[in-house]
């Protein structure tokens, strides 16, 4: 049973569905994303809550198509700040 791996193109549709995002990138080779996502929403969020906001809006992709994510989860003023 092979499924299609996700591109990073669709990724950062699924996270952009669920976040409103300031700024979004994902790079990745189809088993193993990495992800940078500015949003206003993270303000005031813990690291685990923000990392669970993006899980949220991958729901169930992220067991069935994404094998590995690693993300860098900021508010646009920590970006800014870099």
Do not use: W
Request: with cysteine; hydrophobic share 35%.
């Amino acid at each position: 049973m092979s499924t299609m791996s996700p591109t990073p193109e669709q990724i950062k549709q699924y996270i952009s569905t669920g976040i409103v995002c300031s700024y979004l990138t994902v790079e990745g080779d189809g088993q193993h994303f990495q992800a940078t996502i500015v949003s206003p929403a993270f303000d005031g969020k813990r690291l685990i809550e923000r990392h669970q906001m993006v899980y949220a809006a991958l729901g169930d992709r992220m067991r069935e198509e994404i094998h590995a994510l690693s993300m860098k989860t900021l508010t646009p003023e920590e970006f800014a700040n870099g």
